[in-house]
Protein backbone atom coordinates (compact mmCIF):
# COMPACT_ATOMS: atom_id res chain seq x y z
CA UNK A 1 0.00 0.00 0.00
CA UNK A 2 1.63 3.20 -1.05
CA UNK A 3 1.63 6.57 1.54
CA UNK A 4 -1.44 8.04 0.27
CA UNK A 5 -3.45 4.64 0.77
CA UNK A 6 -1.97 4.48 4.37
CA UNK A 7 -3.04 8.21 5.08
CA UNK A 8 -6.70 7.90 4.08
CA UNK A 9 -6.65 4.52 5.96
CA UNK A 10 -5.49 6.52 8.98
CA UNK A 11 -7.88 9.45 8.48
CA UNK A 12 -11.03 6.75 8.38
CA UNK A 13 -9.94 4.79 11.54
CA UNK A 14 -9.86 8.07 13.22
CA UNK A 15 -12.88 9.74 12.10
CA UNK A 16 -14.83 6.32 13.15
CA UNK A 17 -13.59 6.13 16.44
CA UNK A 18 -14.48 9.94 17.14
CA UNK A 19 -18.07 9.16 15.86
CA UNK A 20 -18.29 5.86 18.48
CA UNK A 21 -16.97 8.61 21.36
CA UNK A 22 -19.94 10.56 20.19
CA UNK A 23 -22.80 8.16 19.84
CA UNK A 24 -21.31 6.49 23.38
CA UNK A 25 -21.31 9.95 25.30
CA UNK A 26 -24.90 10.74 24.18
CA UNK A 27 -26.04 6.91 25.01
CA UNK A 28 -24.84 7.51 28.13
CA UNK A 29 -22.35 3.87 27.37
CA UNK A 30 -19.46 5.19 29.04
CA UNK A 31 -20.70 5.49 31.80
CA UNK A 32 -19.57 3.13 34.64
CA UNK A 33 -21.63 0.43 36.31
CA UNK A 34 -19.69 -0.21 39.57
CA UNK A 35 -22.23 -0.08 42.68
CA UNK A 36 -19.47 2.86 43.98
CA UNK A 37 -20.74 5.12 40.43
CA UNK A 38 -21.33 8.73 41.70
CA UNK A 39 -25.60 9.76 41.22
CA UNK A 40 -26.73 12.21 39.64
CA UNK A 41 -28.65 14.83 41.39
CA UNK A 42 -30.61 17.92 41.01
CA UNK A 43 -31.90 20.41 44.08
CA UNK A 44 -35.29 20.88 44.50
CA UNK A 45 -36.76 23.12 46.69
CA UNK A 46 -34.07 22.86 49.63
CA UNK A 47 -33.77 18.69 48.61
CA UNK A 48 -31.08 16.98 46.96
CA UNK A 49 -32.81 14.47 44.88
CA UNK A 50 -30.85 11.55 42.71
CA UNK A 51 -32.47 12.34 38.68
CA UNK A 52 -33.47 10.05 36.15
CA UNK A 53 -33.09 6.45 37.31
CA UNK A 54 -35.42 3.94 39.65
CA UNK A 55 -32.92 4.44 42.03
CA UNK A 56 -33.55 8.47 42.05
CA UNK A 57 -37.26 7.98 43.05
CA UNK A 58 -36.79 5.41 44.93
CA UNK A 59 -34.70 7.83 47.37
CA UNK A 60 -36.91 10.38 47.09
CA UNK A 61 -39.81 8.28 48.60
CA UNK A 62 -37.39 7.21 51.27
CA UNK A 63 -36.25 10.72 52.15
CA UNK A 64 -40.03 11.67 52.17
CA UNK A 65 -40.84 8.73 54.59
CA UNK A 66 -37.91 9.51 57.03
CA UNK A 67 -38.56 13.47 56.68
CA UNK A 68 -42.14 12.92 57.83
CA UNK A 69 -42.84 10.02 60.00
CA UNK A 70 -41.75 11.54 63.47
CA UNK A 71 -43.89 14.37 62.87
CA UNK A 72 -47.06 12.30 62.08
CA UNK A 73 -49.21 10.86 65.76
CA UNK A 74 -51.13 8.77 66.52
CA UNK A 75 -54.50 9.69 67.94
CA UNK A 76 -56.52 7.98 70.21
CA UNK A 77 -60.11 8.90 71.95
CA UNK A 78 -62.52 7.81 74.21
CA UNK A 79 -66.10 8.60 73.93
CA UNK A 80 -69.47 8.26 76.44
CA UNK A 81 -72.05 6.43 74.48
CA UNK A 82 -75.36 5.57 75.30
CA UNK A 83 -76.88 1.86 74.95
CA UNK A 84 -80.33 2.19 73.90
CA UNK A 85 -81.82 -0.90 76.24
CA UNK A 86 -83.63 -4.15 75.84
CA UNK A 87 -85.73 -4.37 72.87
CA UNK A 88 -87.29 -7.55 74.97
CA UNK A 89 -90.27 -7.37 76.81
CA UNK A 90 -90.61 -10.58 79.05
CA UNK A 91 -87.90 -11.80 81.94
CA UNK A 92 -88.03 -15.05 80.36
CA UNK A 93 -85.86 -14.11 77.39
CA UNK A 94 -83.44 -12.49 80.24
CA UNK A 95 -83.66 -15.85 82.24
CA UNK A 96 -82.99 -18.23 78.47
CA UNK A 97 -80.09 -15.49 77.54
CA UNK A 98 -78.87 -15.31 80.95
CA UNK A 99 -77.71 -11.59 82.88
CA UNK A 100 -74.57 -10.88 81.35
CA UNK A 101 -75.28 -11.17 77.63
CA UNK A 102 -78.44 -8.29 78.33
CA UNK A 103 -75.85 -6.77 80.63
CA UNK A 104 -73.70 -6.42 77.75
CA UNK A 105 -75.87 -5.51 74.58
CA UNK A 106 -78.59 -4.00 75.79
CA UNK A 107 -78.58 -2.34 79.38
CA UNK A 108 -79.43 0.72 79.32
CA UNK A 109 -76.37 3.33 80.48
CA UNK A 110 -73.53 5.25 79.18
CA UNK A 111 -70.39 3.09 77.91
CA UNK A 112 -67.40 3.77 76.42
CA UNK A 113 -66.31 3.45 73.06
CA UNK A 114 -62.35 4.01 71.20
CA UNK A 115 -61.30 5.52 68.17
CA UNK A 116 -58.31 5.41 66.65
CA UNK A 117 -57.00 8.43 64.09
CA UNK A 118 -53.90 10.52 62.98
CA UNK A 119 -52.62 13.96 62.86
CA UNK A 120 -49.61 15.79 62.21
CA UNK A 121 -47.51 18.34 64.30
CA UNK A 122 -47.39 21.78 62.78
CA UNK A 123 -45.46 23.72 65.01
CA UNK A 124 -42.72 22.70 67.51
CA UNK A 125 -44.85 24.08 70.30
CA UNK A 126 -46.93 21.19 70.07
CA UNK A 127 -49.66 22.37 67.86
CA UNK A 128 -51.67 19.36 65.84
CA UNK A 129 -53.76 19.32 62.93
CA UNK A 130 -56.21 16.72 62.64
CA UNK A 131 -59.54 16.22 60.98
CA UNK A 132 -62.80 17.06 63.96
CA UNK A 133 -64.14 13.71 63.06
CA UNK A 134 -61.17 11.92 65.02
CA UNK A 135 -61.79 14.14 68.10
CA UNK A 136 -65.46 15.18 68.16
CA UNK A 137 -67.29 14.64 71.58
CA UNK A 138 -64.00 13.31 72.95
CA UNK A 139 -63.92 12.49 76.88
CA UNK A 140 -59.93 11.56 76.10
CA UNK A 141 -57.48 12.48 73.69
CA UNK A 142 -54.19 10.53 73.55
CA UNK A 143 -51.55 11.58 71.15
CA UNK A 144 -48.56 9.19 70.83
CA UNK A 145 -45.18 10.53 68.95
CA UNK A 146 -43.21 7.97 66.44
CA UNK A 147 -40.67 5.83 68.86
CA UNK A 148 -43.11 5.93 71.64
CA UNK A 149 -44.15 8.54 74.33
CA UNK A 150 -47.72 9.19 74.55
CA UNK A 151 -49.35 13.16 75.96
CA UNK A 152 -52.34 14.14 76.37
CA UNK A 153 -54.23 15.86 74.18
CA UNK A 154 -56.19 19.67 74.56
CA UNK A 155 -58.75 20.37 72.23
CA UNK A 156 -57.66 23.85 71.05
CA UNK A 157 -60.37 24.53 68.51
CA UNK A 158 -62.47 23.22 65.59
CA UNK A 159 -64.23 24.33 62.68
CA UNK A 160 -67.30 21.44 61.30
CA UNK A 161 -67.48 23.05 58.24
CA UNK A 162 -64.51 21.99 56.80
CA UNK A 163 -63.76 19.25 59.28
CA UNK A 164 -60.36 20.22 60.44
CA UNK A 165 -59.40 20.76 64.49
CA UNK A 166 -56.28 21.48 66.30
CA UNK A 167 -54.87 19.88 69.19
CA UNK A 168 -52.25 20.40 71.69
CA UNK A 169 -49.69 18.82 73.52
CA UNK A 170 -47.20 19.67 76.45
CA UNK A 171 -43.93 18.47 75.94
CA UNK A 172 -40.12 19.48 76.95
CA UNK A 173 -39.39 16.81 73.79
CA UNK A 174 -37.53 17.99 70.77
CA UNK A 175 -40.53 17.94 68.29
CA UNK A 176 -40.35 18.04 64.94
CA UNK A 177 -42.72 19.87 62.28
CA UNK A 178 -43.83 19.31 58.46
CA UNK A 179 -43.56 21.68 55.26
CA UNK A 180 -46.28 23.41 54.11
CA UNK A 181 -47.20 23.36 50.50
CA UNK A 182 -49.54 24.73 47.68
CA UNK A 183 -53.00 23.04 47.10
CA UNK A 184 -53.12 25.52 44.71
CA UNK A 185 -50.09 24.77 42.28
CA UNK A 186 -51.11 20.57 42.23
CA UNK A 187 -51.65 18.87 38.82
CA UNK A 188 -53.26 15.88 38.22
CA UNK A 189 -50.99 13.21 38.07
CA UNK A 190 -48.19 14.49 40.58
CA UNK A 191 -47.27 11.94 43.25
CA UNK A 192 -49.18 11.73 46.64
CA UNK A 193 -47.82 10.05 49.82
CA UNK A 194 -50.34 9.21 52.80
CA UNK A 195 -48.85 8.60 56.12
CA UNK A 196 -50.71 7.29 59.13
CA UNK A 197 -52.11 4.54 60.85
CA UNK A 198 -54.59 2.65 59.10
CA UNK A 199 -56.49 -0.07 61.69
CA UNK A 200 -53.78 0.97 63.87
CA UNK A 201 -50.87 0.06 62.17
CA UNK A 202 -49.12 3.24 63.16
CA UNK A 203 -46.73 5.40 60.85
CA UNK A 204 -48.00 3.75 57.57
CA UNK A 205 -46.75 5.60 54.40
CA UNK A 206 -48.38 4.62 50.61
CA UNK A 207 -47.97 5.90 47.87
CA UNK A 208 -49.91 7.33 44.24
CA UNK A 209 -50.89 10.05 42.54
CA UNK A 210 -53.15 12.86 42.58
CA UNK A 211 -55.97 11.41 40.38
CA UNK A 212 -58.64 14.52 40.60
CA UNK A 213 -58.84 18.05 42.09
CA UNK A 214 -61.81 19.95 43.46
CA UNK A 215 -63.96 17.19 44.16
CA UNK A 216 -67.39 17.73 45.54
CA UNK A 217 -68.13 14.97 47.91
CA UNK A 218 -71.55 16.12 49.97
CA UNK A 219 -69.38 16.56 53.11
CA UNK A 220 -70.79 20.41 53.65
CA UNK A 221 -70.83 23.84 51.99
CA UNK A 222 -66.77 24.16 51.40
CA UNK A 223 -66.36 20.46 49.62
CA UNK A 224 -62.97 21.38 47.47
CA UNK A 225 -61.02 17.76 47.72
CA UNK A 226 -57.85 16.73 46.09
CA UNK A 227 -58.87 13.17 44.85
CA UNK A 228 -56.12 10.55 45.68
CA UNK A 229 -55.33 6.52 44.62
CA UNK A 230 -52.77 6.37 47.41
CA UNK A 231 -54.08 3.84 49.95
CA UNK A 232 -56.16 5.40 52.92
CA UNK A 233 -58.26 3.38 55.25
CA UNK A 234 -60.00 3.76 58.61
CA UNK A 235 -57.38 5.36 60.86
CA UNK A 236 -55.64 7.35 58.48
CA UNK A 237 -57.86 10.52 58.72
CA UNK A 238 -56.00 13.43 60.20
CA UNK A 239 -52.98 12.31 58.49
CA UNK A 240 -51.02 14.09 56.20
CA UNK A 241 -50.98 13.68 52.21
CA UNK A 242 -47.45 14.47 50.98
CA UNK A 243 -45.97 15.33 47.86
CA UNK A 244 -42.48 14.40 46.14
CA UNK A 245 -40.14 17.16 47.61
CA UNK A 246 -42.22 15.94 51.60
CA UNK A 247 -44.34 18.86 51.54
CA UNK A 248 -47.93 18.56 53.00
CA UNK A 249 -50.41 19.49 50.11
CA UNK A 250 -53.71 17.78 52.13
CA UNK A 251 -55.54 16.40 55.26
CA UNK A 252 -56.28 13.13 54.50
CA UNK A 253 -60.24 12.68 55.57
CA UNK A 254 -62.47 10.54 53.50
CA UNK A 255 -62.46 7.37 51.56
CA UNK A 256 -64.99 6.16 49.21
CA UNK A 257 -67.28 3.64 50.01
CA UNK A 258 -67.94 2.45 46.55
CA UNK A 259 -64.50 1.56 45.63
CA UNK A 260 -61.45 1.14 46.55
CA UNK A 261 -58.53 3.15 45.22
CA UNK A 262 -60.19 6.51 45.78
CA UNK A 263 -59.41 8.78 48.92
CA UNK A 264 -60.05 12.36 49.60
CA UNK A 265 -57.80 14.97 51.68
CA UNK A 266 -58.60 18.36 52.46
CA UNK A 267 -56.31 20.99 50.56
CA UNK A 268 -53.35 22.14 52.93
CA UNK A 269 -54.53 26.21 51.40
CA UNK A 270 -57.56 25.78 52.98
CA UNK A 271 -56.38 24.24 56.06
CA UNK A 272 -53.56 26.80 56.77
CA UNK A 273 -56.54 29.77 57.55
CA UNK A 274 -58.63 27.94 59.73
CA UNK A 275 -55.50 26.63 61.59
CA UNK A 276 -54.43 29.70 62.26
CA UNK A 277 -57.51 31.24 63.40
CA UNK A 278 -58.25 28.03 65.69
CA UNK A 279 -55.02 29.02 67.54
CA UNK A 280 -55.04 32.55 67.91
CA UNK A 281 -59.15 32.67 68.71
CA UNK A 282 -60.33 29.35 69.11
CA UNK A 283 -62.79 29.40 66.58
CA UNK A 284 -63.22 30.29 62.72
CA UNK A 285 -64.37 33.72 61.35
CA UNK A 286 -65.40 33.76 57.93
CA UNK A 287 -67.03 36.67 55.30
CA UNK A 288 -71.05 36.74 54.87
CA UNK A 289 -72.89 38.38 52.09
CA UNK A 290 -76.03 36.61 53.44
CA UNK A 291 -77.30 35.18 50.31
CA UNK A 292 -79.02 31.81 48.50
CA UNK A 293 -77.20 31.24 45.17
CA UNK A 294 -77.72 28.82 42.43
CA UNK A 295 -75.38 27.89 39.33
CA UNK A 296 -76.25 29.02 35.95
CA UNK A 297 -77.86 26.20 34.76
CA UNK A 298 -78.99 25.91 30.95
CA UNK A 299 -82.54 25.85 32.23
CA UNK A 300 -82.25 28.04 34.18
CA UNK A 301 -80.45 30.62 31.72
CA UNK A 302 -83.24 30.22 28.93
CA UNK A 303 -85.57 30.83 31.56
CA UNK A 304 -84.11 34.05 33.24
CA UNK A 305 -83.35 35.07 29.58
CA UNK A 306 -79.60 35.15 30.46
CA UNK A 307 -77.26 35.73 27.43
CA UNK A 308 -74.54 33.57 28.62
CA UNK A 309 -73.94 30.50 31.00
CA UNK A 310 -71.85 32.19 34.28
CA UNK A 311 -71.56 33.57 37.07
CA UNK A 312 -74.50 32.11 40.22
CA UNK A 313 -77.98 33.54 40.63
CA UNK A 314 -79.37 35.47 43.71
CA UNK A 315 -82.19 32.96 45.03
CA UNK A 316 -82.88 34.54 48.23
CA UNK A 317 -81.41 36.91 50.75
CA UNK A 318 -81.63 37.42 54.48
CA UNK A 319 -83.31 40.61 55.99
CA UNK A 320 -80.74 43.19 57.10
CA UNK A 321 -78.19 41.14 55.64
CA UNK A 322 -74.96 42.76 54.07
CA UNK A 323 -75.85 42.40 50.09
CA UNK A 324 -79.90 43.38 51.34
CA UNK A 325 -78.57 46.47 52.84
CA UNK A 326 -76.51 47.02 49.91
CA UNK A 327 -78.70 46.73 47.14
CA UNK A 328 -78.74 43.33 45.72
CA UNK A 329 -81.69 41.53 44.84
CA UNK A 330 -83.35 38.00 44.16
CA UNK A 331 -82.57 37.23 40.27
CA UNK A 332 -79.48 39.01 40.50
CA UNK A 333 -76.49 37.22 38.28
CA UNK A 334 -73.17 37.71 40.31
CA UNK A 335 -70.71 37.52 37.58
CA UNK A 336 -67.73 38.76 39.43
CA UNK A 337 -66.63 39.41 43.13
CA UNK A 338 -63.66 41.73 44.70
CA UNK A 339 -62.52 41.93 40.73
CA UNK A 340 -62.49 38.16 40.16
CA UNK A 341 -64.91 36.36 37.94
CA UNK A 342 -67.31 34.18 39.30
CA UNK A 343 -68.33 30.98 37.82
CA UNK A 344 -69.88 28.65 40.47
CA UNK A 345 -71.11 28.88 43.85
CA UNK A 346 -69.09 26.95 45.46
CA UNK A 347 -65.80 29.46 44.47
CA UNK A 348 -67.86 32.53 45.14
CA UNK A 349 -68.51 30.73 48.88
CA UNK A 350 -64.70 30.44 49.01
CA UNK A 351 -64.32 33.89 48.08
CA UNK A 352 -66.59 35.16 50.48
CA UNK A 353 -65.39 33.26 53.49
CA UNK A 354 -61.90 33.95 52.81
CA UNK A 355 -62.42 37.96 52.46
CA UNK A 356 -61.86 40.16 56.36
CA UNK A 357 -65.07 40.62 58.05
CA UNK A 358 -65.50 44.85 57.26
CA UNK A 359 -64.04 44.89 53.93
CA UNK A 360 -65.84 46.68 51.24
CA UNK A 361 -65.65 44.85 48.16
CA UNK A 362 -67.32 45.65 44.65
CA UNK A 363 -69.88 43.00 43.99
CA UNK A 364 -70.58 42.83 40.27
CA UNK A 365 -74.79 42.22 39.03
CA UNK A 366 -76.31 41.57 35.41
CA UNK A 367 -79.81 42.90 36.16
CA UNK A 368 -81.94 42.90 33.66
CA UNK A 369 -79.30 42.60 30.88
CA UNK A 370 -77.07 45.17 32.41
CA UNK A 371 -73.98 44.76 34.35
CA UNK A 372 -74.00 46.66 37.49
CA UNK A 373 -71.50 47.32 40.13
CA UNK A 374 -72.74 47.17 43.62
CA UNK A 375 -70.09 48.57 47.05
CA UNK A 376 -70.87 45.55 49.46
CA UNK A 377 -69.62 45.87 53.52
CA UNK A 378 -68.58 41.99 53.95
CA UNK A 379 -70.38 41.10 56.84
CA UNK A 380 -69.50 38.30 60.21
CA UNK A 381 -70.86 34.83 59.28
CA UNK A 382 -73.21 33.62 61.92
CA UNK A 383 -72.68 30.34 63.72
CA UNK A 384 -75.81 28.89 62.32
CA UNK A 385 -75.74 30.54 58.91
CA UNK A 386 -76.08 27.27 56.76
CA UNK A 387 -79.79 26.61 59.18
CA UNK A 388 -80.72 29.87 58.73
CA UNK A 389 -84.34 30.58 57.65
CA UNK A 390 -85.31 33.65 55.08
CA UNK A 391 -86.90 37.19 55.20
CA UNK A 392 -89.17 35.52 53.11
CA UNK A 393 -105.37 21.91 53.65
CA UNK A 394 -105.22 21.51 50.08
CA UNK A 395 -103.52 18.80 47.90
CA UNK A 396 -102.74 18.99 44.42
CA UNK A 397 -101.22 16.56 41.70
CA UNK A 398 -100.95 18.00 38.63
CA UNK A 399 -98.64 17.08 35.75
CA UNK A 400 -95.55 18.09 37.60
CA UNK A 401 -95.45 14.96 39.54
CA UNK A 402 -95.83 16.19 43.53
CA UNK A 403 -98.36 16.82 45.73
CA UNK A 404 -98.25 20.28 47.68
CA UNK A 405 -100.16 21.38 51.12
CA UNK A 406 -100.62 24.87 53.05
CA UNK A 407 -97.70 25.56 55.09
CA UNK A 408 -98.76 25.64 58.57
CA UNK A 409 -97.91 27.98 61.27
CA UNK A 410 -95.81 25.41 62.95
CA UNK A 411 -94.28 24.00 59.73
CA UNK A 412 -92.94 27.36 58.63
CA UNK A 413 -91.49 28.24 62.30
CA UNK A 414 -89.43 25.19 62.01
CA UNK A 415 -88.20 26.00 58.77
CA UNK A 416 -88.22 29.36 59.50
CA UNK A 417 -90.66 31.06 57.15
CA UNK A 418 -94.02 32.68 57.15
CA UNK A 419 -96.96 31.30 57.31
CA UNK A 420 -98.92 31.31 54.06
CA UNK A 421 -95.95 32.03 52.13
CA UNK A 422 -95.16 29.28 50.18
CA UNK A 423 -96.04 25.32 50.36
CA UNK A 424 -95.14 22.30 51.28
CA UNK A 425 -94.21 19.20 48.82
CA UNK A 426 -95.82 16.01 50.95
CA UNK A 427 -95.34 13.44 47.79
CA UNK A 428 -93.19 13.48 44.80
CA UNK A 429 -93.93 10.88 42.45
CA UNK A 430 -90.55 8.58 41.29
CA UNK A 431 -90.01 9.43 38.08
CA UNK A 432 -91.95 11.98 37.25
CA UNK A 433 -91.05 15.32 36.25
CA UNK A 434 -90.59 17.08 39.74
CA UNK A 435 -88.28 14.00 40.70
CA UNK A 436 -86.23 14.38 37.47
CA UNK A 437 -85.88 18.13 38.42
CA UNK A 438 -85.19 16.95 42.24
CA UNK A 439 -87.63 18.59 43.89
CA UNK A 440 -87.79 16.31 47.53
CA UNK A 441 -90.54 15.81 49.91
CA UNK A 442 -90.08 18.55 52.44
CA UNK A 443 -89.14 21.32 50.31
CA UNK A 444 -91.15 24.87 50.15
CA UNK A 445 -92.31 26.17 46.99
CA UNK A 446 -92.08 29.62 47.15
CA UNK A 447 -92.41 30.78 43.54
CA UNK A 448 -93.46 30.00 39.98
CA UNK A 449 -92.10 32.01 37.11
CA UNK A 450 -91.55 34.76 39.55
CA UNK A 451 -95.05 34.71 41.05
CA UNK A 452 -95.72 34.25 44.58
CA UNK A 453 -97.07 31.41 45.97
CA UNK A 454 -99.52 31.87 49.00
CA UNK A 455 -101.28 28.84 48.94
CA UNK A 456 -102.10 25.37 47.11
CA UNK A 457 -105.19 26.90 45.11
CA UNK A 458 -101.86 29.46 43.78
CA UNK A 459 -100.02 26.67 43.24
CA UNK A 460 -102.51 24.67 41.21
CA UNK A 461 -103.78 27.61 39.14
CA UNK A 462 -100.04 28.66 37.96
CA UNK A 463 -98.83 25.01 37.71
CA UNK A 464 -102.53 24.97 35.19
CA UNK A 465 -101.54 27.54 33.69
CA UNK A 466 -98.57 25.86 32.27
CA UNK A 467 -98.91 23.53 28.80
CA UNK A 468 -96.95 20.24 28.45
CA UNK A 469 -93.59 20.86 27.07
CA UNK A 470 -93.14 23.77 29.37
CA UNK A 471 -90.24 24.76 31.47
CA UNK A 472 -91.54 25.55 34.64
CA UNK A 473 -88.96 27.97 36.95
CA UNK A 474 -89.42 27.23 40.92
CA UNK A 475 -87.90 29.00 43.76
CA UNK A 476 -87.94 26.75 46.73
CA UNK A 477 -86.51 26.86 49.56
CA UNK A 478 -84.84 23.37 51.04
CA UNK A 479 -83.77 23.01 54.88
CA UNK A 480 -83.94 27.09 54.87
CA UNK A 481 -82.57 28.18 52.13
CA UNK A 482 -82.97 28.93 48.53
CA UNK A 483 -82.45 27.33 45.09
CA UNK A 484 -84.06 27.55 42.06
CA UNK A 485 -85.43 24.41 39.96
CA UNK A 486 -86.67 24.03 36.62
CA UNK A 487 -88.95 21.57 35.73
CA UNK A 488 -90.11 20.64 32.38
CA UNK A 489 -93.98 19.85 31.93
CA UNK A 490 -94.41 16.68 30.27
CA UNK A 491 -95.49 15.68 26.84
CA UNK A 492 -97.80 12.52 26.12
CA UNK A 493 -95.58 9.86 26.07
CA UNK A 494 -93.27 11.08 27.98
Not at 305 to 313: N, Y
Not at 459 to 486: C, H, I, Q, W, Y
Request: proline share 3%; charged share 25%; glycine share 12%.
Amino acid sequence: MNKSGKFLLLITLAAGILIGVVFAARWDLLTPTRADTPVKTENVGNETFPTRTAEGLQEAFVKVADELKPCVVNISTTKTIERPGTPFGHEQFRDFFGDDFFERFFERGPSKSRSLGSGFIVDKRGYILTNNHVVDRADDIEVTLKGGGSFTGKVVGTDPMTDLAVVKIETDKRLCEVRLGDSASLRVGEWAVAIGNPFGLDHTVTAGIVSALDRTIGQGPYDDFIQTDAAINFGNSGGPLVNIRGEVIGINTAISAAGQGIGFAVPINLAKNVFRQLIEQGKVVRGWLGVSISDVTDDLAEKLDLKEKTGVVVAGLLKYSPAAEAGVERYDVIVEYDGRKVENVRQLQQYVTATPVGRKVDVVVVRGGRRKTIGVKVGRMPEDAFKMGEEEGYEVAQGLGLQVQDLSKDMAEKLGLKANEGVVVTYVEEGGAADRAGIAQGDVIVEMEKKKVKSAQDFERLSKASKPGDKMLLLVNRGGRSTFVVVKIPKDGD
